[in-house]
T-cell receptor, first 114, second 111 residues
């Protein structure tokens, strides 16, 4: 089956620093990947759509300068949270779209900003 | 605007007590409706895709059905290991491939 990995699974950083999260599709090529944010006991909120070789498309209200997305290959997308603050603490989940338009999700990254 | 509403928000069942979860949706054109299971602290796990009204899919104790306005996830004789949050998402025909998620149903099955 389709497998998507994320790294790291957990990260703690100090306020003002930047953190990079990787999302990889392990057994299929993904021209499109998605980044979501999830608050406790809430559903997934789409942040941006990442297309290989082009600029990401951000959802309304998501700061593109704060959440930098790069999709340099068909198996890797990265999300960089720049100048992180405590309010950026959250569970970040990526997904990768296969050729059948279904999305397979990574295990998530728990970010804590102190 | 596409919308997805799931009910109930939370559900407690005794082991073996069958029930159904509801996902109501409004979408300009439905390309697919998806069910996922999510355990605490983990990413969603794919369960089913439904494409057209009248379609049904089954997997172990789970059965998903679809009408033009809603989908049901039926859980037959649940076990404690079925405890999780069940998420429903729709994808429209706009070509963006985005999913719109519902808020989920938190299911707790008691032994």
């Amino acid at each position: 089956g389709a497998v998507v990995s994320q790294h790291p699974s957990r990260v703690i950083c100090k306020s003002g620093t930047s953190v990079k999260i990787e999302c990889r599709s392990l057994d299929f090529q993904a021209t499109t990947m998605f980044w979501y944010r999830q608050f406790p006991k809430k559903s997934l909120m789409l942040m941006a759509t990442s297309n290989e070789g082009s600029k990401a498309t951000y959802e309304q209200g998501v700061e593109k300068d704060k959440f930098l997305i790069n999709h340099a290959s068909l198996t890797l997308s990265t999300l960089t949270v720049t100048s992180a603050h405590p309010e950026d603490s959250s569970f970040y989940i990526c997904s990768a779209r296969d050729s059948q338009y279904e999305q397979y999700f990574g295990p998530g990254t728990r970010l804590t900003v102190t | 605007e596409d919308q997805v509403t799931q009910s109930p928000e939370a559900l407690r069942l005794q082991e073996g007590e069958s029930s159904s979860l509801n996902c109501s949706y409004t979408v300009s054109g439905l390309r697919g409706l998806f069910w996922y299971r999510q355990d605490p602290g983990k990413g969603p796990e794919f369960l089913f895709t439904l494409y057209s009204a009248g379609e049904e899919k089954e997997k172990e104790r789970l059965k998903a059905t679809l009408t033009k306005k809603e989908s049901f996830l039926h859980i037959t004789a649940p076990k404690p290991e079925d405890s999780a949050t069940y998420l429903c998402a729709v994808q429209d025909t706009s070509g963006t491939y985005k999913y719109i998620f519902g808020t989920g149903t938190r299911l707790k099955v008691l032994a």
